[in-house]
């Protein structure tokens, strides 16, 4: 019996396993929020956690909760390789993805968000692909070396699970204070066969003061780094305005519905902030000020390039920048709006930065910047990337090649970690545009997909001790 059977006949012993723990820690809805206790992200991300070590425990790992900002489930090894693979880095393998997803609304969803679904071979519930499924797809693959491999592997493997992925990324440079690094990880937290590139990631707000006259308030989105989903605004005065097959009014209130998208891929969103500001503009006669902001807010969330701001560039290995509105929000009669920017891996920052500021000092805007991650890029070439594709390769008899992408893993803040999987391109939008992606509605990972997964980690451990 050859390797592969056995690991088929392992998943096909565990799947009903897999599915429950999978159903468990999808039911928790592990959004930030405020502190509590020591659970510094909140109580259901604090649960999820502890969900996920509980599963560790139970299979027979060691486990530890790193004061909440991150988990680690390890499978000590007995043979452990005592020379270390490189100076100053644990002999370790990581798979290091995160627990925490972004809000989801059930009433924009055909199944309850905060449940597992198994529908037509499909993984449906908010963090299947992202990153929760991809982590028990991990813990099985360490499951598998445990109980069913023959050899003792010359290093630890451990799953570090972070919780503050989402929104800051405050979770691995703690963990880093208290561990060494593993001298080899990767990240599920894209997609197969291996990403070699990551563009620079920063969000600007910009604010338009005292612009409101008629409008009494201007809100849209729900997390910076995805196209706006829905956009309301409430009027000052009841208008017997029309509807549309993207706005509703119910009195006052004006809502917009779009598409939402992960920021990373914009084109497949329909912003409804830009969708609002277009119908307020055509339908309430706003003039002066209060038109120039509705213009702004038109212009900028309908062109993800950040032609608005004169900064749209792009390069060979990674494509164009992408500039998306993500939420509007209004305090008094000013309309604040923010702008998750992804820069080539080729570009920098200070031309962008300085584009923006000059844009907003000609319009008398207020620009405000939060964070700065830089580009990677890696050659295409090197022994890592080479295994790591050799392995996706011979599971799943593609001919995957090396890719960049848009989205901020913590590939960009860990050492020595490669982006690597959890889904591939075959099974992406069976829902259609703007369903069953990272961060939209519907979000799943199929069946196959999640275990293939475990094949491909399993292998790559292999392969590992084999070759490096």
Same mark, same amino acid.
């Given at each position: 019996?050859?390797?592969?059977?056995?690991?088929?006949?392992?998943?096909?012993?565990?799947?009903?396993?897999?599915?429950?723990?999978?159903?468990?820690?999808?039911?928790?809805?592990?959004?930030?929020?405020?502190?509590?206790?020591?659970?510094?992200?909140?109580?259901?991300?604090?649960?999820?956690?502890?969900?996920?070590?509980?599963?560790?425990?139970?299979?027979?790992?060691?486990?530890?909760?790193?004061?909440?900002?991150?988990?680690?489930?390890?499978?000590?090894?007995?043979?452990?390789?005592?020379?270390?693979?490189?100076?100053?880095?644990?002999?370790?393998?990581?798979?290091?993805?995160?627990?925490?997803?972004?809000?989801?609304?059930?009433?924009?969803?055909?199944?309850?968000?905060?449940?597992?679904?198994?529908?037509?071979?499909?993984?449906?519930?908010?963090?299947?692909?992202?990153?929760?499924?991809?982590?028990?797809?991990?813990?099985?693959?360490?499951?598998?070396?445990?109980?069913?491999?023959?050899?003792?592997?010359?290093?630890?493997?451990?799953?570090?699970?972070?919780?503050?992925?989402?929104?800051?990324?405050?979770?691995?440079?703690?963990?880093?204070?208290?561990?060494?690094?593993?001298?080899?990880?990767?990240?599920?937290?894209?997609?197969?066969?291996?990403?070699?590139?990551?563009?620079?990631?920063?969000?600007?707000?910009?604010?338009?003061?005292?612009?409101?006259?008629?409008?009494?308030?201007?809100?849209?989105?729900?997390?910076?780094?995805?196209?706006?989903?829905?956009?309301?605004?409430?009027?000052?005065?009841?208008?017997?305005?029309?509807?549309?097959?993207?706005?509703?009014?119910?009195?006052?209130?004006?809502?917009?519905?779009?598409?939402?998208?992960?920021?990373?891929?914009?084109?497949?969103?329909?912003?409804?902030?830009?969708?609002?500001?277009?119908?307020?503009?055509?339908?309430?006669?706003?003039?002066?000020?209060?038109?120039?902001?509705?213009?702004?807010?038109?212009?900028?969330?309908?062109?993800?390039?950040?032609?608005?701001?004169?900064?749209?560039?792009?390069? @060979?290995?990674?494509?164009? #920048?992408? %500039?998306?509105?993500? /939420? =509007?929000?209004? $305090? &008094?009669?000013?309309? +604040?709006?923010?702008?998750?920017?992804?820069?080539?891996?080729?570009?920098?920052?200070?031309?962008?930065?300085?584009?923006?500021?000059?844009?907003?000092?000609?319009?008398?805007?207020?620009?405000?910047?939060?964070?700065?991650?830089?580009?990677?890029?890696?050659?295409?070439?090197?022994? @890592?990337?080479?295994?790591? #594709?050799? %392995?996706?390769?011979? /599971? =799943?008899?593609? $001919? &995957?090649?090396?890719? +960049?992408?848009?989205?901020?893993?913590?590939?960009?803040?860990?050492?020595?970690?490669?982006?690597?999987?959890?889904?591939?391109?075959?099974?992406?939008?069976?829902?259609?545009?703007?369903?069953?992606?990272?961060?939209?509605?519907?979000?799943?990972?199929?069946?196959?997909?999640?275990?293939?997964?475990?094949?491909?980690?399993?292998?790559?451990?292999?392969?590992?001790?084999?070759?490096?």
């Amino acid at each position: 019996m050859t390797e592969l059977n056995r690991i088929e006949k392992f998943i096909e012993r565990t799947r009903d396993e897999y599915l429950f723990d999978l159903k468990d820690i999808i039911s928790i809805p592990s959004v930030e929020s405020e502190p509590v206790g020591d659970m510094v992200f909140g109580k259901n991300v604090g649960l999820a956690l502890e969900c996920l070590l509980k599963m560790g425990e139970k299979y027979g790992f060691q486990c530890e909760n790193v004061d909440y900002r991150c988990g680690r489930i390890t499978l000590k090894s007995n043979s452990k390789k005592e020379i270390p693979y490189k100076e100053g880095f644990e002999n370790e393998v990581g798979i290091v993805g995160h627990i925490d997803v972004v809000p989801a609304e059930p009433s924009t969803w055909s199944c309850e968000p905060f449940a597992l679904t198994v529908r037509d071979g499909l993984l449906l519930g908010r963090g299947t692909e992202d990153d929760k499924g991809p982590l028990i797809a991990a813990l099985y693959a360490m499951r598998y070396i445990k109980e069913e491999y023959k050899k003792e592997l010359p290093f630890d493997i451990s799953i570090i699970a972070g919780c503050n992925e989402e929104t800051g990324m405050k979770d691995l440079p703690y963990y880093l204070e208290k561990h060494k690094a593993p001298f080899f990880s990767v990240t599920p937290d894209a997609s197969f066969p291996v990403c070699i590139g990551e563009k620079g990631i920063m969000t600007v707000y910009v604010t338009i003061p005292e612009c409101l006259s008629k409008i009494e308030s201007f809100t849209g989105g729900t997390v910076k780094n995805a196209v706006a989903g829905k956009a309301e605004s409430m009027l000052k005065n009841g208008q017997a305005l029309p509807e549309t097959s993207d706005i509703s009014i119910n009195k006052n209130n004006v809502t917009a519905v779009g598409i939402t998208a992960h920021a990373a891929i914009p084109e497949s969103g329909k912003n409804a902030i830009g969708i609002l500001a277009k119908y307020l503009l055509e339908n309430i006669n706003p003039q002066g000020k209060e038109k120039e902001a509705l213009e702004f807010l038109r212009e900028a969330a309908f062109d993800y390039k950040g032609t608005v701001f004169g900064i749209n560039c792009e390069d @060979e290995h990674s494509g164009y #920048l992408t %500039c998306v509105a993500g /939420v =509007t929000t209004t $305090e &008094g009669n000013s309309i +604040t709006q923010s702008f998750n920017i992804r820069l080539p891996v080729t570009k920098t920052w200070d031309t962008v930065i300085e584009k923006i500021q000059n844009f907003c000092n000609e319009k008398g805007y207020v620009l405000k910047t939060y964070g700065n991650s830089k580009p990677y890029y890696i050659p295409a070439d090197s022994k @890592e990337v080479q295994l790591l #594709l050799n %392995c996706y390769n011979e /599971v =799943t008899n593609d $001919e &995957g090649k090396p890719y +960049t992408i848009g989205g901020g893993t913590y590939a960009k803040i860990f050492p020595n970690t490669y982006v690597y999987g959890a889904t591939q391109a075959k099974y992406s939008s069976l829902l259609g545009a703007g369903k069953g992606g990272a961060h939209e509605n519907d979000e799943y990972i199929s069946q196959k997909e999640f275990e293939d997964c475990i094949k491909v980690f399993i292998k790559m451990f292999i392969s590992i001790s084999e070759k490096m």
